[in-house]
T-cell receptor, first 117, second 114 residues
Framework: AQTVTQSQPEMSVQEAETVTLSCTYD???????LFWYKQPPSRQMILVIR??????QNATENRFSVNFQKAAKSFSLKISDSQLGDAAMYFC??????????????FGTGTSLTVIP | NAGVTQTPKFQVLKTGQSMTLQCAQD?????MYWYRQDPGMGLRLIYY???????DKGEVPNGYNVSRLNKREFSLRLESAAPSQTSVYFC?????????????FGPGTRLTVL
């Protein structure tokens, strides 16, 4: 099974500053999808950004962008101009592009982000 | 548009009691999932259902049963609750085969087993 590792259990950032959350994964597959989810105190899981492994261009969504390094199996999330509402638990997730069998997502253990006013 | 709904939001059980967590989605999704979330463990898949009438075990299925009676609903049953099943449970759904599609999550159920 694929494994997803988030080595930073907790991070903090000053409001308006930039922070990068790290994620690495282990897979033997060449085609797959990567996701970052945000879980605020409400517990609702919200998709932040996604990346297709076959695309070399890094995905961006407003203040959120990723640094996808396929050879290094690294998928970090950069949050620019951090806002108080960005405070949450962030999860990295992996999904195989192979559509046969179980359509499973593999999640990391999460990084708790604190935004300091 | 309700998306994915879960009931109840909170539940306290005594060891040995049984209960069923309900999940329903109104997005016409084929795939549905049950996860548990524990501190430091992330989300772990309990069971998965690719379509009505089919289910498949995930990483941590022991102590749980599921039922996919129709396309909308996917329930999770604890036959004899144990303290180790204290957790937050999430239901999710997704369009089958849509490669870049995300899973859509319910609001979660916080379960405490005493």
């Amino acid at each position: 099974a694929q494994t997803v590792t988030q080595s930073q259990p907790e991070m903090s950032v000053q409001e308006a500053e930039t922070v990068t959350l790290s994620c690495t994964y282990d897979t033997s597959e060449s085609d797959y999808y990567l996701f970052w989810y945000k879980q605020p105190p409400s517990r609702q899981m919200i998709l932040v950004i996604r990346q297709e492994a076959y695309k070399q261009q890094n995905a961006t969504e407003n203040r959120f962008s990723v640094n996808f390094q396929k050879a290094a199996k690294s998928f970090s999330l950069k949050i620019s101009d951090s806002q108080l509402g960005d405070a949450a638990m962030y999860f990295c997730a992996y999904r195989s592009a192979v559509s046969i069998g179980r359509d499973q997502f593999y999640f990391g253990t999460g990084t708790s982000l604190t935004v300091i006013p | 548009n309700a998306g994915v709904t879960q009931t109840p939001k909170f539940q306290v059980l005594k060891t040995g009691q049984s209960m069923t967590l309900q999940c329903a989605q109104d997005m016409n999704h084929n795939s549905m999932y049950w996860y548990r979330q524990d501190p430091g463990m992330g989300l772990r898949l309990i069971y998965y259902s690719a379509s009505e009438g089919t289910t498949d075990k995930g990483e941590v299925p022991n102590g749980y049963n599921v039922s996919r009676l129709n396309k909308r609903e996917f329930s999770l049953r604890l036959e004899s609750a144990a303290p180790s099943q204290t957790s937050v449970y999430f239901c999710a759904s997704k369009r089958q085969g849509a490669s870049t599609d995300t899973q859509y999550f319910g609001p979660g159920t916080r379960l405490t087993v005493l």
